[in-house]
């Protein structure tokens, strides 16, 4: 028989005041569609499956199965998938903490061709399964975690920890901002919202403006909006076929709601904007 005892001593690791805002897997799809955007609190974006590239506004990164990016607070970014060898990634949303690289005193985006992907890969797995299915003591697990996988990464990729203030964005409201970037082109409502985060529809209406400044449904439209730009630049499809494509009601609505946010139809924005018509 053979025994070995091991001493678990105290450290002088400071408590991590972490929170973790939402959770979620994404596959891309022939629907998707890649548009810049910030968030309020830092990212973790892992890689599960497939390559493609992840952009910023000044530049763009190759990245692929079991690569992982620490989005920084208000960092536009955004993720593009190669159609041959689909992008497949887990987000999480973490509140309280962003990370600068040990040698450095600026931390822009964070890329880690980490070790050991399998173990991230598996926490990554059970915290969406505890999410899922959302049983006695879920939330605490996810903590847990949360908190291995940050001291984890702090370890292997000397980086340190920086406290942001916490009086940003509520859970609740990550988790909508969430869904309406990803969702913007489905029909959502108040009481859609409100049914997915279990709040009362007017308070959580209050609580995401005086986060964001917009309301969801102003949120929800700049969102539409900003995509309609996209396609309007970048493809031929028909005024109605982007009105649809990116959840509006109607073409007429749709025009409505662009000429009061830009100040010119549709049309005229797509004369102006081509980028089709200079190539």
Known sequence: MSHR??????????????????????????????????????ELFFVANGSGSFRFRDESRPI???DLVIIPPYLE????????????????????????????????????NIEHRSFFAELFDQMLYEIRNNKYG?????????EIVILRLIRAQHLVPVPIRSGHMSKECAQIKSYL?????????LDTLAEMTHMNKYYMA???????GLSPIQYLNQRRLENACTLLKDTDHSISNIAVSTGFSSQ?????????????????YRQTHSRKQDS
Not at 84 to 106: A, C, R
Not at 181 to 189: P, Q, R
Not at 256 to 264: A, H, L, N, P, S
């Open 5 to 42: 005892h091991y001493s678990i001593g105290d450290t002088d690791i400071e408590k991590l005041n972490v929170h973790l805002l939402y959770v979620s897997l994404s596959k891309y799809e022939k629907d998707w569609s890649s548009l810049l955007h910030t968030h309020e609190f830092t």
């Open 77 to 112: 970014h955004t993720e593009q998938s190669s159609p041959e060898d689909p992008l497949e990634y887990y987000s999480l949303g973490i509140g309280g903490v962003t990370f600068l690289p040990e040698d450095q005193q600026k931390g822009p985006q964070i890329f880690c």
């Open 138 to 146: 879920a939330d605490k697990i996810c903590q847990n975690f949360l």
């Open 181 to 189: 970037d990803a969702n913007y082109s489905k029909h959502i409502t």
């Open 206 to 212: 209050h609580s995401f403006t005086r986060y964001t």
């Open 252 to 268: 007429s609505y749709f025009t409505q709601i662009f000429r009061k946010k830009y100040g010119v139809t549709p049309m005229k």
């Open 64 to 66: 692929k199965t079991g």
